[in-house]
T-cell receptor, first 113, second 112 residues
């Protein structure tokens, strides 16, 4: 069956450290993958997009990698801050789907001061 | 620039009642969609539209109708509310291609 999985356990890290979140998928051929941030009671906010032919994408303290052989994307936040605490969602756009993103359930990140 | 505006923010309905959730965007996005988000289920696509006059079903369309008469507006209608439709509803829009989605702030709906 087709699945997209994110670590369901909350990630707790110390301020200043690098947070690494994982998104794994099976039985998809994603054309690209997106990462979003969601705060409680709010809608998701788009952060980064990485295409299947890209290995890495950066935006300020954020870095995303995409390994189509491992079927995995990693999302890194360097020099993390308490304000980075949120749930992070990955979503993939499967080749052949008509603009339908397939969403993971998200990983909750808590950055402790 | 307001982005995606959803109204109302909260709503309580009785079983069998109907209502319309409003969604408007001011970014001239062609693509608009409605999701529901439930604990443990993630975001599930209800209906979507690739442009004015064009709509299609998503993953969980039963019990919902949509229309897209203008680029800006994409209302979601609940025909006869059921407790299973208790959820948080999000409207999202984007440009064609590989751009990210812009989400509204959501409507929290409770059906009693």
């Amino acid at each position: 069956s087709q699945k997209i999985e994110q670590n369901s356990e909350a990630l707790n890290i110390q301020e200043g450290k690098t947070a690494t979140l994982t998104c794994n998928y099976t039985n998809y051929s994603p054309a690209y993958l997106q990462w979003y941030r969601q705060d409680p009671g709010r809608g998701p906010v788009f952060l980064l997009l990485i295409r299947e032919n890209e290995k890495e994408k950066r935006k300020e303290r954020l870095k995303v990698t995409f390994d189509t052989t491992l079927k995995q994307s990693l999302f890194h936040i360097t020099a993390s801050q308490p304000a980075d605490s949120a749930t992070y969602l990955c979503a993939l756009f499967n080749a052949g789907n008509n603009r339908k993103l397939i969403w993971g359930l998200g990983t909750s990140l808590a950055v402790n001061p | 620039n307001a982005g995606v505006t959803q109204t109302p923010k909260f709503q309580v309905l009785k079983t069998g009642q109907s209502m319309t959730l409003q969604c408007a965007q001011d970014m001239n996005h062609e693509y608009m969609s409605w999701y529901r988000q439930d604990p443990g289920m993630g975001l599930r696509l209800i209906h979507y539209s690739v442009g004015a006059g064009i709509t299609d079903q998503g993953e969980v369309p039963n019990g919902y109708n949509v229309s897209r008469s203008t680029t800006e507006d994409f209302p979601l209608r609940l025909l006869s509310a059921a407790p299973s439709q208790t959820s948080v509803y999000f409207c999202a829009s984007s440009y064609p291609g590989t751009s990210g989605y812009t989400f509204g702030s959501g409507t929290r709906l409770t059906v009693v």
